[in-house]
């Protein structure tokens, strides 16, 4: 090989190298980027999340404060003139008593929007009664066989509204595509981290597709990522579907405290 030849050589040589310095710096210039938009994304989603949840808790205070004040109302002023029409006009009566129904049924269904947008029962029982009785009202309602194995675990109180909406949204999901017989909620403690897992016996889908609930489930991996933890879909036509959400235990002051 003359001089010629060999210069030419590491001339091309490097070209080469100074080529795949520059790609690797813009691969991890791309890398750098990529985990800032992650970031920022994670933390408007975090942000987006709780100024939800406050208006919620805030819809919620005010359905249950003004419209129950209301309707406890009515119904008092419709006991009244019952006791008044006593024996006197029974027709009055018959719509009087239709009257009192249809209150019993707009206080129920304002107890149950009420409890859907922030459920009470998450601050004063807990998670494990909370997920219990969110789990028994879709068995009523949708006639599946819900089977629970709920343990008590530490979670901060957001950590324990991200999970209750995890379940409260793959019930929805299963209730509207799904088309199960059984389904299966279980929390538990795993070392370090606590796990919850939804899994149903339905018709399943394809998860590299599209799908009609593919949107809220999208939200919810970003809501459980923004608390630190992790949502994994494993679903199969005809296999039905599992969620399985991870989140990092509470501290046991932390928890005790909340």
């Known amino acids: ?18 080529g795949q310095g520059l790609m690797q710096a813009d691969n991890k210039r791309l890398e750098t980027l ?22 919620r808790a805030r819809l919620a205070r005010d359905l249950h404060d003004e419209l129950g004040a209301l309707l406890t109302s009515a119904k ?17 009566l018959e719509r009087l008593a239709h009257l009192t129904q249809t209150l019993d049924s707009v206080i129920t269904l304002k107890r149950r929007i009420t409890e859907d947008l922030r459920p009470s029962s998450l601050d004063h029982l807990g998670l494990v009664v909370t997920l219990d009785i969110l789990a028994r009202e879709f068995a009523e309602r949708s006639g599946v066989s819900v089977h629970r194995q709920l343990v008590e675990v530490p979670l901060t109180a957001a950590a324990e509204l991200v999970a209750y909406r995890m379940v409260q949204e793959a019930v929805t999901n299963i209730s509207k595509y799904a088309r199960a017989r059984q389904v299966w909620i279980s929390l538990a403690r795993r070392d370090h981290l606590v796990e919850l897992t939804v899994r149903d016996d339905g018709v399943g889908f394809d998860a590299t597709l599209p799908s009609r609930s593919a ?44």
Do not use: C, W
Request: glycine share 6%; net charge positive; aromatic share 2%.
């Open 1 to 18: 090989m003359n001089k010629k030849t060999r210069r030419r050589a590491r001339q091309h040589l490097q070209a080469r190298l100074i």
């Open 34 to 55: 990529v985990a800032l938009r992650t970031a920022q994304l994670t933390e408007l989603t975090h942000h987006l999340q709780t100024a939800r949840e406050d208006e």
């Open 76 to 92: 008092l002023d419709a006991a009244r003139l019952r006791s008044r029409l006593a024996g006197s006009a029974p027709e009055a």
């Open 215 to 258: 949107y809220g489930l999208v939200g919810m991996r970003f809501r459980v990522e923004a608390e630190g933890g992790k949502l994994l879909v494993t679903s199969t036509p005809g296999h039905g579907t599992r969620l399985v959400m991870t989140l990092p235990a509470a501290p046991v002051a932390e928890a005790a405290d909340r």
